[in-house]
């Protein structure tokens, strides 16, 4: 049996979301209230020591980190595979996950929480935000330099650098004649880019791939994937706007 304990809106929570949809799984969803710190409380603790979304428990026991519970999926259910079979493919996949998950995943969170969820807490005491901030194990840090007034204008700067960077990169690789981010094959890394280029949308900063034809068709082509569908119903792409 696989449970997936996620939120609707979260990115990463709907990468694997999107795996499990390419690979036409079942699999039972366990929502958390992220924004009342279900997250946060001991019992999910328990399964996520790092206190984030998403948590896949297959069979009683728990895999963590969207890439990794991705990688997971795709060992455990290997048809169809987005995953190259050659070796040295496989490396050049890898390297690309590694690198959208230390540049573009994180450069996503600062317009996030500046543009939506900051708002939440911006009626907070400092003594009151210290405490929530306390509560996050992956996390104090990020929260203590956002504050409860949001990011200053060089983290947004500097996050808009290495979204571009991503963007520009993805742009290089697709005008080699490649359908995919790895070539011919649909893999792990056009999923594991593709909610923060979703995100990007949502927050109304899609001009910034409006000049690059490759990444602008690769965009409309996934979308057009049954498991875009599956991945973005409901209300996950309904922001909270205050
Ligand atoms: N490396 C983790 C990161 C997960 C993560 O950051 N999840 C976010 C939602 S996309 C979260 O749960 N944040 C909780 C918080 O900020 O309190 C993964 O890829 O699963």
Redesign the pocket.
């Known amino acids: 049996m696989l449970e997936l304990f996620h ?1 609707p809106q ?4 709907q ?2 979301r999107l795996v499990l949809a390419e690979k036409s799984l079942d699999w039972t969803e366990r929502k ?1 209230d ?1 924004l009342n ?1 279900e ?2 409380q001991d019992w999910y603790l328990k399964i996520n020591p ?5 948590t896949l428990v297959h069979n009683g026991s728990s895999v ?6 991705n990688e997971y999926l795709e060992d455990v259910f290997p048809t169809p595979s987005l995953r190259p079979q050659d070796p040295l493919e496989c490396a050049r996949m890898r390297s690309w996950r590694q690198y959208i ?1 230390e540049v573009p ?1 994180t450069a996503i ?1 600062f317009p996030s929480f500046n543009k939506i969820l900051v708002n939440l807490w911006k009626n907070m005491s400092d003594e009151e935000f210290e405490q929530f901030a306390k509560k ?1 194990p ?2 104090a840090d ?2 203590r330099r956002m504050g409860t007034t949001g990011f200053n204008q060089d983290d947004i700067n500097s996050s808009k650098i290495r979204l571009t960077d991503a963007l520009n990169r993805m742009e290089a690789s697709l005008s080699q004649g490649n359908p995919w981010l790895n070539g011919e094959l649909f893999s792990l890394i056009d999923i594991s880019i593709l909610p923060t280029i979703v995100r990007m949308e949502d927050l109304g900063m899609s001009d910034m791939w409006s000049e690059l034809p490759n990444v602008t068709d690769w965009y409309t082509r996934i979308q057009k994937r049954p498991s875009f569908e599956a991945a973005y119903q409901g209300e996950t792409r309904q922001l909270p706007s205050w």
Do not use: A, E, M, Q
């Open positions: 939120t979260s990115t990463c929570s990468k694997v958390i992220w710190g997250h946060l790092n206190g984030v979304v998403p963590v980190d969207s890439s990794v519970i998950d995943t969170r996050h992956l996390r990020f929260y």
